[in-house]
């Protein structure tokens, strides 16, 4: 067919543009059509934060683990929003996060690997010792990175497991977390 004998809005640049409008408002009105997309303006804190049943998932993963799981109370005003198995050093790791009252996030990833090797493993970002605190009693290192953006990772020797701490956080949300976290019992595993 010569350029002669297309319609003229096929001669130009503005066919290119009007498809693409046309598909565009398509997919608008066919995903709109089906209410499973939403649209809230605004900063991301204006929603309500969604809740998961991190102490199901939790309690499958001390059946599934071949250490001691544990799941502490939910601190008042805490949302746990995120539970997942995870991995450090190649072995699975259940990991629990948490919004804090003040809008910060904090997640609990455990595992049975060696101190050294947890810290190490958890992500490829090093990490040094920077200080220690306790906290009900047991010693919690706190490792930093000179990276910006590496958050600093506070672990935590249970002798049965390690508990890696880390998030957006204030140091007492996560002194908090802490204390609730090593006073908890380990959940039930199979044949206990």
């Known amino acids: 067919m010569s350029a002669a004998e297309k319609p003229r809005i096929f001669q130009d640049g503005r066919d290119m543009f009007l498809s693409l409008a046309l598909i565009v408002v398509l997919m608008v009105v066919s995903v709109?059509?089906?209410?499973?997309?939403?649209?809230?303006?605004g900063a991301p804190e204006g929603g309500p934060v969604r809740e998961v049943d991190a102490?199901?998932?939790?309690?499958?993963?001390?059946?599934?683990?071949?250490?001691?799981?544990?799941m502490p109370e939910n601190p008042d005003g805490w949302v746990t929003n995120s539970a997942r198995r995870g991995q450090v050093n190649q072995?699975?790791?259940?990991?629990v996060g948490w919004v804090t009252a003040d809008r910060g996030f904090i997640q609990l990833?455990?595992?049975?690997?060696?101190?050294?090797?947890?810290?190490?493993g958890i992500d490829p970002h090093p990490r040094e010792l920077d200080r220690t605190v306790q906290v009900s009693g047991h010693e919690v290192q706190i490792y930093h990175s000179d990276e910006d953006d590496v958050r600093d990772l506070w672990v935590v020797d249970m002798g049965?497991?390690?508990?890696?701490?880390?998030?957006a956080g204030k140091d007492e949300e996560f002194e908090t977390l802490i204390d609730a976290t090593v006073n908890s019992a380990p959940l039930p595993r199979p044949g206990e």
Do not use: K, W
């Open 32 to 41: 709109g059509a089906t209410g499973l997309c939403t649209y809230e303006p």
């Open 55 to 70: 102490h199901t998932f939790m309690g499958m993963e001390a059946r599934a683990t071949n250490f001691p799981v544990r």
């Open 91 to 95: 072995t699975p790791a259940p990991i």
């Open 109 to 120: 990833t455990q595992t049975d690997q060696e101190l050294a090797d947890a810290v190490r």
């Open 160 to 167: 049965d497991a390690r508990l890696l701490f880390s998030g």
